[in-house]
Antibody, heavy 125, light 107 residues
Framework: EVQLVESGGGLVQPGGSLRLSCAAS????????TSWVRQAPGMGLEWVAS????????IYVDSVKGRFTIFRDNAKNSLYLQMNSLTAADTAVYYC??????????????????WGQGTLVTVSS | SYVLTQPPSVSVAPGQTARITCGGN??????VHWYQQRPGQAPVLVVH???DRPSGIPERFSGSNSGNTATLGISRVEAGDEADYYC??????????FGGGTKVTVL
């Protein structure tokens, strides 16, 4: 059974840093794209960052580029999100998710097939 | 970036069919995926690749995609279907994007 368990959320002051962790089981993070998706209070889902299963390709939403870093530790089978220079706009529940990929219509296609329960990050003074 | 537009809310009586739309420019040329998020819970994939259901998702959930609109259908609606529903697209030519979400209320 695929499981994703996030940790590391909490209250942080504006300008501060936080590192989120996501422990995976039932699959290997080195074999799948994995991602972080966030949800601000009362708002919809927003994709944040993804890391490819092979190599080091990473992609980020524009609003976090240069501030957030997604990385993984294959030995610990875990995904991480290092968040720096946090602002109130980063306040959200952060979910890690496994990504399924397939090929269709001449393109690679991707969707999030398993999600963790989320960890709350609150940026406030 | 690509924009997905969903109605904020849909109301449906128990036993009826709910239809949730997801609009996008020529979305019919893309693969659309749908997620259910019950209050206080994490999202759950209910339809992928326009119309395929993951294991464990009831046949009451269906999807279609053509032109500028993708649609998630929920037949024989039950109280437990009350949730927020999100559409999503992501291919090798663009970054992931979610629709704004639709709150389904069972009357």
């Amino acid at each position: 059974e695929v499981q994703l368990v996030e940790s590391g959320g909490g209250l942080v002051q504006p300008g501060g840093s936080l590192r989120l962790s996501c422990a995976a089981s039932g699959f290997s993070v080195s074999s799948y794209w994995t991602s972080w998706v966030r949800q601000a209070p009362g708002m919809g889902l927003e994709w944040v960052a993804s890391i490819k299963q092979h190599g080091s390709e990473r992609i980020y939403v524009d609003s976090v580029k240069g501030r957030f870093t997604i990385f993984r530790d294959n030995a610990k089978n875990s995904l991480y999100l290092q968040m720096n220079s946090l602002t109130a706009a980063d306040t959200a529940v952060y979910y890690c998710a496994r990504v399924r990929t397939y090929y269709d219509s001449g393109n690679s296609q991707y969707f999030f097939d398993s999600w963790g329960q989320g960890t709350l990050v609150t940026v406030s003074s | 970036s690509y924009v997905l537009t969903q109605p904020p809310s849909v109301s449906v009586a128990p036993g009826q069919t709910a239809r949730i739309t997801c609009g996008g420019n020529n979305i019919g040329s893309k693969s659309v995926h749908w997620y259910q998020q019950r209050p206080g819970q994490a999202p759950v994939l209910v339809v992928h690749d326009n119309s395929d259901r993951p294991s464990g998702i009831p046949e009451r959930f269906s999807g279609s995609n053509s032109g500028n609109t993708a649609t998630l259908g929920i037949s024989r609606v039950e109280a437990g279907d009350e949730a927020d529903y999100y559409c999503q697209v992501w291919d090798s030519s663009s970054d992931p994007v979610f629709g704004g979400g639709t709150k389904v209320t069972v009357l």
